[in-house]
T-cell receptor, first 118, second 112 residues
Framework: DARVTQTPRHKVTEMGQEVTMRCQPI?????VFWYRQTMMQGLELLAY????????DSGMPKDRFSAEMPDATLATLKIQPSEPRDSAVYFC????????????????FGPGTRLTVL | DAKTTQPPSMDCAEGRAANLPCNHS???????VYWYRQIHSQGPQYIIH???NNETNEMASLIITEDRKSSTLILPHATLRDTAVYYC?????????????FGTGTRLTIIP
């Protein structure tokens, strides 16, 4: 049963430290998403990639966040420097998304990385 | 993408059908209705989607009104494992426009 995997599952760090979260999308999927979930803001899209190329990162704070896909099996989300307001659960999702009426365009979510910045 | 309105919470007895409503009165002709759910501490999970016809799969049924301004997700025989937050999302499915915009959803609690 193919799944999206994320590491680490939990991360506690101090303000100012660099944080890197990793995601392994489902093999063969062409689109990878990063979402963030907080109690106040709910689930919000940060960025997404198709075929490893960034398509939309308008939801991401540009000054401290960066997202990359070094290869088709790895997506990374980096925060430098981290701040307490970055504390959240970060979800990665992947899908085989090609648009069109008859396509499901389903996104498969990973278990998330719970980040706490002290 | 069109905005959706869902009740914040609902209860349903175990074994009964759970009917979750969603209003999307500003939906456009090319926008689909998607449902996802999020069980506590897990990532969201796709349930079902539709355009204008009613849809059914192994998890649920989706009933869309003729004017498409509202829809209902039906879980036919709710179990305790169906306790989750359910999100109704309206979006186009064009290539290059794959964003999911999650609202606050409905917190469904299945009562034993």
């Amino acid at each position: 049963d193919a799944r999206v995997t994320q590491t680490p599952r939990h991360k506690v760090t101090e303000m100012g430290q660099e944080v890197t979260m990793r995601c392994q999308p489902i093999l063969g999927h062409n689109t990878v998403f990063w979402y963030r979930q907080t109690m106040m803001q709910g689930l919000e899209l940060l960025a997404y990639f198709r075929n490893r190329a960034p398509l939309d990162d308008s939801g991401m704070p540009k000054d401290r966040f960066s997202a990359e896909m070094p290869d088709a099996t790895l997506a990374t989300l980096k925060i430098q420097p981290s701040e307490p307001r970055d504390s959240a659960v970060y979800f990665c999702a992947s899908g085989w998304l090609i648009g069109g009426e008859k396509r499901k365009n389903e996104q498969f979510f990973g278990p998330g990385t719970r980040l706490t910045v002290l | 993408d069109a905005k959706t309105t869902q009740p914040p919470s609902m209860d349903c007895a175990e074994g009964r059908a759970a009917n979750l409503p969603c209003n999307h009165s500003t939906i456009s002709g090319n926008e689909y209705v998607y449902w996802y759910r999020q069980i506590h501490s897990q990532g969201p999970q796709y349930i079902i989607h539709g355009l204008k016809n009613n849809e059914t799969n192994e998890m649920a049924s989706l009933i869309i009104t003729e004017d498409r301004k509202s829809s209902t997700l039906i879980l036919p025989h709710a179990t305790l494992r169906d306790t989750a937050v359910y999100y109704c999302i309206v979006r186009v499915t064009d290539f290059g426009n794959e964003k999911l915009t999650f609202g606050t959803g409905t917190r469904l609690t299945i009562i034993p």
